[in-house]
Structures are given as C-alpha cells and as structure tokens.
C-alpha cells in the first residue's frame, strides 16, 4: 500500500512547478488529498544542521507517516544518518528498508526511482552539478506533499527562479 502508484488525478500545481525547472519534463499522474492541489513547500535556512532539523521538524509536526526524505548523494544519508542516531530518531535506508513500515525512508535521489510517497522532503539542494531532470522525477514521486529545503546562502537559481505563485508561502523563502 505505502508504495502503490495511484494514478487518479493529476497534481496540477505539482506539475507546474516542475515544468517550470524544466520545460519538457514529462508529467507524471499521482493521486492528491481530497482532490486538493497542494503547492510544494520551500524553506531557507541557514546551515545543514538547520536543514536537518528542519526534515524532522515537518515530519512531527505534519504527523508523516510515510515519508521519504530524498538527498542528492550517499554522503547526504550518512549525514543525515549520523545526526538520526545521535538524536535517537528512527529512520530507515536503503539497507534496512521496509516497504509496509510507517518508519521515515532516507534514500538517494536514484535509489527512490519509481517509489512514491505521501510527502517526499527534500533537503541539501544544491545548484552545482545537480540534474534537474532527476529532481523533477524525484519531486513527482511525492503523491501529497512537497517539502524542498536549501541553504539561504546557496539558494540554487533554478529555485530562486520560480515564481512564488507556484510554491506555498509561510516561512519559506522570506529571504527572497
């Protein structure tokens, strides 16, 4: 069930955020909550660890019960990983994953390929060397929710680009 594909209705605001990071990104269906579109949430904080806590901060506080949080490189999940256990917060990786658990999911962008999440959480995006092709697959792999995090001092162009009708406000980007 957690990693069923639905394929009911289109996330139009979803799409239309990745369409405009890459134009001819292919749009992918998933299901949204109640019919509802929700807009992708974007964040600027100030270090990793603020990036860090923050993941964790929207899995409490949006009671995410199956969620994957997706990182660039393996050197992000250890990262990650390392902070979970100091922290004693349960998190599953591609070693011990468990596809019916409620557990968090940590996984590479490649690794979540064709895995689909109610809310996917995005920390550590970068500009440099990042293909924005992967980004936008992963980022439709997210059936409810979309939560990008990035450093307020890196903010990567292909973010800072996107008009702000087409994310959430809130506390995200009020930097911008």
């Not at 199956?66 to 591609?94: C, F, R």
């Amino acid at each position: 069930e957690n990693y069923q594909m639905h394929t009911s209705y289109t996330n139009k605001s979803l799409n239309q955020f990745c369409d405009f990071i890459l134009p001819k990104a292919n749009p992918m269906i998933i299901k949204a909550k109640n019919n509802c579109y929700n807009k992708p949430h974007l964040f600027c904080v100030n270090t990793i660890k603020d990036q860090i806590d923050k993941t964790f901060d929207i899995i409490e506080k949006n009671n995410c019960d199956n969620v994957g949080i997706l990182v660039p490189t393996n050197s992000d999940i250890e990262i990650i990983s390392t902070y979970a256990k100091e922290k004693k917060i349960i998190i599953e990786t591609s070693d011990t994953l468990n596809p019916f658990s409620n557990i968090p999911k940590l996984l590479t962008y490649h690794a979540a390929r064709g895995i689909h999440f109610d809310e996917v959480i995005m920390p550590f995006l970068k500009e440099e060397t990042q293909d924005l092709e992967l980004i936008c697959r992963t980022m439709k792999g997210c059936r409810y929710q979309l939560f990008l995090i990035c450093s307020v001092k890196k903010i990567p162009s292909w973010i800072s680009n996107i008009p702000k009708e087409l994310y959430s406000d809130g506390d995200s980007f009020d930097v911008l």
